[in-house]
């Protein structure tokens, strides 16, 4: 958790006291090569940061490294882990749906408008900051979420519809994890349903409630994106070396539903900040949360495109019936190895996205400023109760992505935040006294609100409108093929035996 101080200067001191040590590489850091790292990772940030000094010190170690490693170029790390790992497997079934063109069109779109929304979260969150700053309020063991800067600047109202979508959109984000892993793990060891795997899983993320909050994903941040960038060049390179499958075609787009849906599951893939304000309140200075999330933006497409091009490519329409898109390719040592990581990659992802909700559920029942790791740790065990079960009863991995980002994603973080905006900025004093102005490339207030407005008509008639009911209708057609609780959603059926046949008499020769 986040103490409240500055930069006295005792970290430098501290951090050679400290040294190297399993704890502090895997839990907060403080090395020389975890510094090096940063600085190599993003080198104008990490000037900015050395030279305005720390805002926060953390409890254990409060060396100066361990803070700065904590807060600046790891986020880029983090925010692009949160953009890829959902979708990275479904998104090859989405190019099916839409066609290539359409396909690649709707990533570039999707993610400007992605990058454009997570920065006025980045305004609002520091507007928010700032003007309780002047009321001399104190952050020290609080972490700020995305309803708490809605209220404050918007009033209730605008707290509990930011409060019911982002807890609703984490919740089945937590979900689809639990799913990946049971359909990824599926394709190394069938021996066991995916049902079966889902309980399992479900166990072993149950264990990210030790983790007390974001600043102890470190070690784990850097190995999460090395981990989707070995998956996502996989897929590219195993595509082209498998080349197309005989007869392949490639006839989408072919229907309105399929189309949509298609489009939702891309329009969640960019959707990917709804921890924005709990990663920016873990910066030194959160204004250049805004470059570090166009640069994620710019990575993962890097990502996306060639993989999900590839396959398409490759399968064409088999990718209709396949959501997953590890079930197309053949079985090998490669291809273990990227189901294996994705595995470990989901679980932190499955951590990044409950975290938020543990945050929630203990400031409901007054346990947020506790200090002590197994007491928050056991009341944050209900949050994952409902997590479990409800990826027991949707086991529906690629039509699930599409439902939340219709439903759930396009208020979360395209709609909300683009009114949010709006209303913040709407009289001549508060853009006057605004703690961040316009951006250079676009310095006008009217030009701002005439983005945002296109923001929210695109996403509610797009998004929600038609995005809403092609996947729900695509999600109901799920349920009637396969039912709730499914035991094993798009498993291969097992071959019949051929059917037993008693061996005629023998013919004897005299």
Same mark, same amino acid.
């Given at each position: 958790?986040?103490?409240?101080?500055?930069?006295?200067?005792?970290?430098?001191?501290?951090?050679?006291?400290?040294?190297?040590?399993?704890?502090?590489?895997?839990?907060?850091g403080?090395?020389?090569?975890?510094?090096?790292?940063?600085? *190599?990772?993003? @080198? =104008?940030?990490?000037?900015? &940061?050395?030279?305005?000094? /720390?805002?926060?010190? $953390?409890?254990?170690?409060e +060396?100066?490294?361990?803070?700065?490693?904590?807060?600046?170029?790891?986020?880029?790390?983090?925010? *692009?882990?949160? @953009? =890829?790992a959902?979708?990275? &497997?479904?998104?090859?079934? /989405?190019?099916s749906? $839409?066609?290539?063109?359409? +396909?690649?069109i709707?990533?570039?779109?999707?993610?400007?408008?992605g990058?454009?929304?997570?920065?006025?979260?980045?305004?609002?969150?520091?507007?928010?900051?700032?003007?309780?700053?002047?009321?001399?309020?104190?952050?020290?063991?609080?972490?700020?979420?995305?309803?708490?800067?809605?209220?404050?600047?918007?009033?209730?109202?605008?707290?509990?519809?930011g409060?019911?979508?982002?807890?609703?959109?984490?919740?089945?984000?937590?979900?689809?994890?639990?799913?990946?892993?049971?359909?990824?793990?599926?394709?190394?060891?069938?021996?066991?349903?995916?049902?079966?795997?889902?309980?399992?899983?479900?166990?072993?993320?149950?264990?990210?409630v030790?983790?007390?909050?974001?600043?102890?994903y470190?070690?784990?941040?850097?190995?999460?994106?090395?981990?989707?960038?070995?998956?996502?060049?996989?897929?590219?390179?195993?595509?082209?070396?498998?080349?197309?499958v005989?007869?392949v075609?490639?006839?989408?787009?072919?229907?309105?539903?399929?189309?949509?849906?298609?489009?939702?599951?891309?329009?969640?893939?960019?959707g990917?900040?709804?921890?924005?304000?709990?990663?920016?309140?873990?910066?030194?200075?959160?204004?250049?949360?805004?470059?570090?999330?166009?640069?994620?933006?710019?990575?993962?497409?890097?990502?996306?495109?060639?993989?999900?091009?590839?396959?398409?490519?490759?399968?064409?329409?088999?990718?209709?019936?396949?959501?997953?898109?590890?079930?197309?390719?053949?079985?090998?040592?490669?291809?273990?190895?990227?189901?294996?990581?994705?595995?470990?990659?989901?679980?932190?992802?499955?951590?990044?996205?409950?975290?938020?909700?543990?945050?929630?559920?203990?400031?409901?029942?007054?346990?947020?400023?506790?200090?002590?790791?197994?007491?928050?740790?056991?009341?944050?065990?209900?949050?994952?109760?409902?997590?479990?079960?409800?990826?027991?009863?949707?086991?529906?991995?690629?039509?699930?992505?599409?439902?939340?980002?219709?439903?759930?994603?396009?208020?979360?973080?395209?709609?909300?935040?683009?009114?949010?905006?709006?209303?913040?900025?709407?009289?001549?004093?508060?853009?006057?006294?605004?703690?961040?102005?316009?951006?250079?490339?676009?310095?006008?207030?009217?030009?701002?609100?005439?983005?945002?407005?296109?923001?929210?008509?695109?996403?509610?008639?797009?998004?929600?409108?038609?995005?809403?009911?092609?996947?729900?209708?695509?999600?109901?057609?799920?349920?009637?093929?396969?039912?709730?609780?499914?035991?094993?959603?798009?498993?291969?059926?097992?071959?019949?035996?051929?059917?037993?046949s008693?061996?005629?008499?023998?013919?004897?020769?005299?």
């Amino acid at each position: 958790m986040e103490q409240g101080g500055g930069g006295d200067g005792k970290g430098e001191d501290e951090e050679a006291a400290h040294g190297l040590s399993m704890t502090s590489l895997l839990w907060h850091g403080g090395s020389a090569w975890d510094a090096w790292f940063s600085c *190599a990772s993003n @080198q =104008v940030l990490t000037h900015r &940061l050395l030279r305005y000094g /720390s805002r926060f010190d $953390l409890v254990v170690p409060e +060396g100066v490294w361990a803070v700065f490693s904590s807060r600046s170029p790891a986020l880029l790390i983090r925010v *692009a882990m949160l @953009q =890829v790992a959902q979708v990275l &497997l479904t998104l090859p079934y /989405s190019f099916s749906q $839409l066609g290539m063109l359409s +396909g690649v069109i709707l990533q570039l779109f999707y993610g400007l408008l992605g990058s454009w929304t997570a920065y006025l979260i980045s305004v609002l969150y520091i507007e928010y900051r700032a003007r309780k700053e002047k009321e001399n309020v104190s952050f020290k063991n609080h972490v700020i979420q995305w309803f708490e800067v809605l209220d404050g600047l918007l009033g209730p109202y605008w707290k509990a519809a930011g409060l019911a979508f982002n807890c609703t959109f984490l919740l089945f984000g937590s979900v689809i994890q639990l799913i990946a892993c049971a359909s990824n793990i599926y394709y190394i060891n069938d021996r066991l349903d995916k049902r079966t795997w889902t309980y399992i899983f479900g166990a072993c993320c149950a264990t990210s409630v030790f983790i007390p909050s974001f600043h102890n994903y470190r070690i784990w941040s850097f190995l999460g994106l090395g981990m989707t960038t070995y998956t996502a060049w996989y897929l590219t390179i195993a595509a082209f070396v498998h080349g197309q499958v005989e007869g392949v075609t490639h006839s989408g787009p072919t229907k309105l539903v399929l189309y949509f849906t298609g489009a939702t599951n891309i329009l969640y893939t960019f959707g990917g900040h709804a921890v924005t304000v709990e990663i920016m309140h873990a910066m030194w200075k959160p204004q250049k949360f805004k470059y570090i999330y166009l640069m994620a933006t710019v990575y993962v497409f890097t990502l996306t495109l060639p993989s999900a091009a590839a396959m398409y490519w490759s399968f064409g329409d088999q990718l209709l019936t396949h959501s997953n898109a590890f079930s197309l390719l053949p079985h090998s040592g490669w291809r273990d190895a990227a189901v294996i990581l994705m595995l470990i990659h989901q679980f932190i992802t499955f951590g990044f996205a409950s975290t938020p909700l543990y945050f929630v559920w203990e400031k409901v029942i007054g346990m947020h400023d506790t200090k002590s790791i197994c007491l928050r740790a056991l009341v944050r065990l209900p949050v994952v109760i409902p997590i479990w079960f409800l990826a027991i009863v949707f086991p529906f991995f690629g039509p699930i992505n599409s439902a939340v980002g219709a439903l759930l994603v396009s208020f979360t973080v395209y709609i909300i935040p683009a009114m949010a905006h709006m209303l913040t900025y709407r009289t001549p004093s508060a853009r006057k006294n605004a703690a961040e102005k316009p951006p250079f490339f676009l310095p006008s207030w009217t030009a701002m609100y005439a983005v945002n407005a296109f923001v929210v008509a695109w996403v509610l008639v797009v998004g929600f409108g038609l995005g809403g009911w092609a996947s729900m209708t695509n999600f109901v057609k799920q349920v009637d093929t396969f039912g709730l609780f499914a035991k094993c959603y798009q498993c291969p059926k097992p071959q019949q035996p051929p059917p037993f046949s008693a061996p005629g008499p023998q013919m004897q020769h005299h």
